[in-house]
Each structure stands twice: as structure tokens, then as C-alpha cells.
DNA sequence: AAAAAAC
């Protein structure tokens, strides 16, 4: 009860480790919430962030047990009935993933398909792949080392693929473990460092590795360290200020993998500061992403500067809607498809649930309400927009809710990073941004999600509802819905039901978007096919020159909002009261 | 279908 009031009142320096474990078990009586003895668990074996990489080998990891039967549906029945429904009939039946043996961590069982010409076996073990592919013992002793014992689905099946040079396109859920499916071919491929006088790679960089936002890549990189740890290596996360160090041609000719988003890496192009002539391996994290109009031809100009005759491409998500894929197979050699689970479908350790606010008004006491019970922090909380979500986080501020964050691409570069950080150390409990998170964060506490604006895509629901339920453990996700919203919910619906759990019987029993709601969306599609239209006679130039105006007017905008808010900062420290 | 993100 002390931590109750501690929570809603915000006023006391806070013991977060004795918060945690009363809240759970205050939950407890709820039934659906993580035990207390697991969330405890959790908490106590808790790495130093710099360990983070490893957490998807770490066993005692909570699970449901799979005959526990939840809100009226077994889901193990549930999950059954949906593997029957594979529709891709050519696809070759691989092997399970191989976490499912008996002692080994509860990750969820996940069907592994692949479809390509001469398909590269599957390992069972990392172990295997030193036979196989002579991968260097250093590398193996980083997995050991850190307790991963035995290779996820896609690293299972990945891994192999990509160290026999193959181009790879990898569809695995949320928290799977991609990452390091395509860092470990990246190292091993390497060899000796581009410094070092007994590399005979050519010179220049030899890896590219591009996402979608800056946060993500820092992750990557950051991962990617861990890896080549002890090793000498240079693994350039690329932004402004390493971009201006590659002027000097002797710097670049030493990089020998870039982590980058993609605008960047064009920039240094174009400034004729970077070439790309020996890049052996181009990976696309969050592929459906990057392909997304506003990024493909910056993708398309990377890809074009990358002119090896032996380059390797490969791209990752764990969603890829059909047009995503066309593009992408279409840049791929001979490529190989694998597929880990159900595509487009989130875990099913995420208990998902829909929560009827009649109209935006509503939101906030809904969610008010919500925070003044108790919660496993941290609580990521997606809104539409960067405004949105400045003003959700002060009006929660005001609220009296403590640590409550912040984080949107219109920041500056340091307020993100700060923001990450906080939400690394555990010091966030509210984190409010925008889609910028919605993709690839891993931030391993997140237990809960609220959808507090209703997402844009099935795709955005998926990755942003995966930012819990990581690496085999439970996560919670809430979604609001609106009247407004009311024509997108069933989609939104059938991947919950898809994916193990329950949905409000009337809400399957919705219409289709009725014919007024169909013929508003005609209209916005109609007026937006003339705005494109008008847009299509001007220049790149002007184009560009646009773009840079519009994030100016909201730089400057974000500007006058921070200085209104200086006098109740966002993000209180533990000891901050509210006013 | 629409916003966000990328420099």
C-alpha cells in the first residue's frame, strides 16, 4: 500500500528494486500480472547495461506454462490452429526453433520456414558454426562467456546463411534475437582489421549496416562494440561529427564497419567524403522501414555506391508487407527467405488487450487512472505525433506522475540521448514518444505498452507492442480506441486473436469501415493523389529545400514549447515533488 | 491511409 501512495503521489526517493517487487505482488491478486517471485527475479538478476547484448541467452526467463489457459482460450489450441493456416504451401518446413529442448530457457516455440535455391543447413550450435565456418574462437568465447547457450530461430538459421555469403531476407518476431544474427557473420567475415597491415580486404570499409533511426543504430552499434570487444577493429557509429572527421582520406581507409541511418550516409556521399567501393556486406535492419518511400531512394543511392562485385546484401524486420518484400527481393541476389514464425503477428507472451476511451478527451483520465494503480515501470507509452507527445508527458508531469520521459525525433540529439540513457538505468517509469521507439529499442525492463494514440499500421502495432515482451519474457500491451478509431480496430483485433489473445466479442462482430467512413477515406486519398500530383513538377531541390523548412518551423515550435515547460521539467529525479 | 524519421 506504501508503494501505492509513493507512486501516484510521486513525493518519496524511491527504492526501485523494493518498489518493484511490492507493486508486483500487489498485482499479484490480478492474476495476469507477472509474479511477484519472477518480477523480483528479474529485477535481482538484472545486468549492467553494457551487458545487455546477451540478455536473449539468459535462462530463468518467466514464461506461462503453455496449457495455462487464459481468458478463456487455451493457448497452446490457439497457437496450433494458427501454424495450420500457412498459406505458403512452396516453402520448405525447416527445423523448430532450436530453443525448445528440455532444459533450456522457455523461449517460444516458433516454426522456422526458408525458401531459396541450395539453402544452407541450420546449426543446432554456436559451436557448430566453428566447424562448419571456422568461426574465430574469440567470438565463440563472447557467447559463452555471457551464458548464450544456444542459438534463436533466426540465429539458427540466419547465421549459416549468411556466412556462406548468401543474400538473406529475415522475418523473426520482435525480441528474437536479429541483431546478433547478422552482426556475428559481419565479424566473423572480417577477419583482420582494415588498419592492420595483415588485412587483404582492399582498403576502405568493408560493412554497412543501415537503420532507420539514430537511436536504433546506436543500439546496433553499441552491440556490435561488444562483440569485438579486445578486438581492433573501427566500428564508426556515423553522425555529424565522425562524418566531418572522414575528410582526411587515411580516417576512412581505416573504418571497417558503419552503422548509420541512412540520410547521413548519403550526405557523406554526396559530399564526396565516403566511398563505398569495398563495402562486402550491406545489411538493412528494419527492412519494411527503410524501404518505406521517404527512405528507398536514400537506401537506393547507398546500395548504388556500393559497387563490390561480391557484395553481400541482406534485410531484417519482423514484418515485411508484401510490397516491402517485392522491393526488397528485388535487390537481392539469388536470395534466400526465411521466415521464423508468423509474419506480421506479434508474441504471444504479449497479453494484449483493447480498451474503449469514447474520444481523445477521455485518454487522459483513462490514463491517469491507470498510472494511480500500481504498474511495473517502465510504462512505454506511443502517441502520433511530437507535439502529442510533449504535451501528454507534461500534462502527466502536472499530474503529480513521477519520472515521467520524453522522446521524440524532434529533440535535440543530446535530449534523446539522455532520454535513452534514463531509460537504461531504469529512472524512467512513463516514457511518452512518438513511433521514433517503435522499432528495434530494446530495452529489456519494458513490461507494459500502452497505445494511448491508436497505431497507424498493423505493422506499427506489431514492432511497437514488441518493445515488451522480449526474449522470451511476458509483456503487457494496452491499446486505446477511439470512435474515430473504430474503422481500423478489427484489423487491429484479428492480430490479437492471431497471436493468442482475447478480444471483446462485439468488437469481431464490428462492420467493415462503413460506406461514410470508406468514402471520408476516398476523399483524403483523392485530395492527397492532387497534392502529389502538383508536387511532382518541382525539382529535387525544392523537394529538399521544403523538408528543411518543415523541421526547422518544428524545431523552432518544440523550442517555445520546452521554455514554457522549463518551470515543470519532464523529467523529475527521483526527489522532485509536484508542485 | 497517415505521421514520423532521416540531414
Given at each position: 500500500?506504501?508503494?501505492?501512495?509513493?507512486?501516484?503521489?510521486?513525493?518519496?526517493?524511491?527504492?526501485?528494486?523494493?518498489?518493484?517487487?511490492?507493486?508486483?505482488?500487489?498485482?499479484?491478486?490480478?492474476?495476469?500480472?507477472?509474479?511477484?517471485?519472477?518480477?523480483?527475479?528479474?529485477?535481482?538478476?538484472?545486468?549492467?547495461?553494457?551487458?545487455?547484448?546477451?540478455?536473449?541467452?539468459?535462462?530463468?526467463?518467466?514464461?506461462?506454462?503453455?496449457?495455462?489457459?487464459?481468458?478463456?482460450?487455451?493457448?497452446?489450441?490457439?497457437?496450433?490452429?494458427?501454424?495450420?493456416?500457412?498459406?505458403?504451401?512452396?516453402?520448405?518446413?525447416?527445423?523448430?526453433?532450436?530453443?525448445?529442448?528440455?532444459?533450456?530457457?522457455?523461449?517460444?516455440?516458433?516454426?522456422?520456414?526458408?525458401?531459396?535455391?541450395?539453402?544452407?543447413?541450420?546449426?543446432?550450435?554456436?559451436?557448430?558454426?566453428?566447424?562448419?565456418?571456422?568461426?574465430?574462437?574469440?567470438?565463440?568465447?563472447?557467447?559463452?562467456?555471457?551464458?548464450?547457450?544456444?542459438?534463436?530461430?533466426?540465429?539458427?538459421?540466419?547465421?549459416?546463411?549468411?556466412?556462406?555469403?548468401?543474400?538473406?531476407?529475415?522475418?523473426?518476431?520482435t525480441g528474437t534475437g536479429k541483431t546478433l544474427s547478422y552482426l556475428l557473420p559481419v565479424m566473423a567475415a572480417l577477419g583482420a582489421p582494415a588498419a592492420s597491415s595483415k588485412s587483404d580486404a582492399g582498403s576502405g570499409v568493408r560493412a554497412v549496416i543501415l537503420a532507420p533511426t539514430r537511436e536504433l543504430a546506436h543500439q546496433i552499434h553499441n552491440e556490435c562494440l561488444k562483440l569485438a570487444q579486445g578486438r581492433k577493429w573501427r566500428i564508426v557509429l556515423f553522425s555529424k561529427a565522425t562524418a566531418a572527421t572522414l575528410a582526411d582520406k587515411k580516417v576512412r581507409e581505416k573504418i571497417d564497419i558503419i552503422i548509420s541511418t541512412p540520410l547521413r550516409l548519403v550526405a557523406s556521399l554526396q559530399a564526396g567524403n565516403l566511398e563505398l567501393d569495398n563495402v562486402r556486406h550491406l545489411f538493412l535492419d528494419e527492412a519494411d522501414r527503410m524501404l518505406d518511400t521517404e527512405f528507398l531512394e536514400q537506401v537506393q543511392e547507398v546500395i548504388a555506391a556500393c559497387t563490390h562485385p561480391e557484395i553481400q546484401k541482406a534485410v531484417f524486420s519482423a514484418t515485411l508487407p508484401a510490397n516491402a518484400e517485392k522491393i526488397a527481393m528485388s535487390m537481392l541476389r539469388d536470395p534466400i527467405r526465411v521466415v521464423?514464425?508468423?509474419?506480421?503477428?506479434?508474441?504471444?507472451?504479449?497479453?494484449?488487450?483493447?480498451?474503449?476511451?469514447?474520444?481523445?478527451?477521455?485518454?487522459?483520465?483513462?490514463?491517469?487512472?491507470?498510472?494511480?494503480?500500481?504498474?511495473?515501470?517502465?510504462?512505454?507509452?506511443?502517441?502520433?505525433?511530437?507535439?502529442?507527445a510533449t504535451s501528454l508527458a507534461e500534462e502527466l508531469v502536472i499530474a503529480g506522475v513521477p519520472n515521467v520521459d520524453c522522446l521524440h525525433a524532434g529533440m535535440t540529439k543530446k535530449e534523446r540521448e539522455d532520454a535513452v540513457s534514463r531509460m537504461r538505468r531504469g529512472e524512467s517509469w512513463v516514457m511518452v514518444s512518438?513511433?521514433?521507439?517503435?522499432?528495434?529499442?530494446?530495452?529489456?525492463?519494458?513490461?507494459?505498452?500502452?497505445?494511448?494514440?491508436?497505431?497507424?499500421?498493423?505493422?506499427?502495432?506489431?514492432?511497437?507492442?514488441?518493445?515488451?515482451?522480449?526474449?522470451?519474457?511476458?509483456?503487457?500491451?494496452?491499446?486505446?480506441?477511439?470512435?474515430?478509431?473504430?474503422?481500423?480496430?478489427?484489423?487491429?483485433?484479428?492480430?490479437?486473436?492471431?497471436?493468442?489473445?482475447?478480444?471483446?466479442?462485439?468488437?469481431?462482430?464490428?462492420?467493415?469501415?462503413?460506406?461514410?467512413?470508406r468514402r471520408e477515406m476516398g476523399k483524403i486519398k483523392r485530395a492527397e493523389a492532387v497534392n502529389n500530383a502538383r508536387r511532382i513538377g518541382r525539382s529535387d531541390a525544392i523537394k529538399k529545400r521544403e523538408m528543411i523548412a518543415g523541421s526547422k518551423r518544428r524545431k523552432e515550435k518544440e523550442q517555445q514549447r520546452k521554455e514554457k515547460l522549463a518551470a515543470a521539467p519532464l523529467s523529475a529525479d527521483g526527489t522532485d515533488g509536484e508542485s
Open positions: 500500500m506504501e508503494a501505492f501512495h509513493l507512486l501516484s503521489r510521486g513525493g518519496a526517493k524511491f527504492d526501485k528494486k523494493k518498489f518493484k517487487s511490492e507493486v508486483s505482488l500487489f498485482n499479484g491478486s490480478k492474476g495476469r500480472e507477472p509474479k511477484a517471485s519472477s518480477s523480483a527475479h528479474a529485477l535481482a538478476g538484472e545486468l549492467p547495461p553494457e551487458l545487455d547484448f546477451f540478455k536473449y541467452a539468459q535462462g530463468g526467463i518467466p514464461k506461462r506454462k503453455a496449457d495455462e489457459v487464459e481468458g478463456g482460450i487455451d493457448l497452446k489450441g490457439k497457437k496450433r490452429r494458427v501454424e495450420g493456416d500457412d498459406e505458403d504451401e512452396d516453402e520448405v518446413v525447416g527445423s523448430r526453433d532450436a530453443q525448445q529442448t528440455e532444459d533450456d530457457p522457455p523461449m517460444p516455440r516458433h516454426r522456422v520456414t526458408t525458401k531459396g535455391k541450395d539453402v544452407p543447413e541450420h546449426v543446432e550450435t554456436f559451436e557448430a558454426l566453428r566447424e562448419r565456418f571456422h568461426l574465430p574462437s574469440h567470438l565463440l568465447q563472447k557467447l559463452a562467456q555471457h551464458g548464450y547457450k544456444r542459438p534463436t530461430g533466426i540465429q539458427s538459421h540466419g547465421i549459416p546463411i549468411l556466412m556462406e555469403r548468401r543474400d538473406l531476407a529475415a522475418i523473426s518476431p521464423v514464425g508468423l509474419k506480421d503477428t506479434p508474441l504471444p507472451l504479449i497479453a494484449q488487450s483493447l480498451t474503449y476511451v469514447a474520444d481523445d478527451q477521455s485518454k487522459l483520465p483513462t490514463l491517469l487512472q491507470y498510472l494511480s494503480q500500481p504498474y511495473n515501470p517502465p510504462v512505454l507509452i506511443f502517441v502520433s505525433s511530437q507535439p502529442r512518438t513511433e521514433v521507439m517503435a522499432r528495434g529499442m530494446d530495452f529489456k525492463g519494458v513490461r507494459e505498452v500502452i497505445n494511448y494514440d491508436f497505431p497507424q499500421s498493423v505493422q506499427s502495432y506489431v514492432h511497437r507492442i514488441g518493445r515488451t515482451g522480449r526474449a522470451g519474457r511476458e509483456g503487457k500491451a494496452i491499446t486505446y480506441f477511439t470512435n474515430e478509431d473504430a474503422p481500423f480496430l478489427k484489423t487491429i483485433a484479428n492480430v490479437l486473436l492471431q497471436s493468442g489473445s482475447t478480444v471483446p466479442e462485439w468488437v469481431l462482430k464490428l462492420p467493415k469501415p462503413s460506406k461514410m467512413k
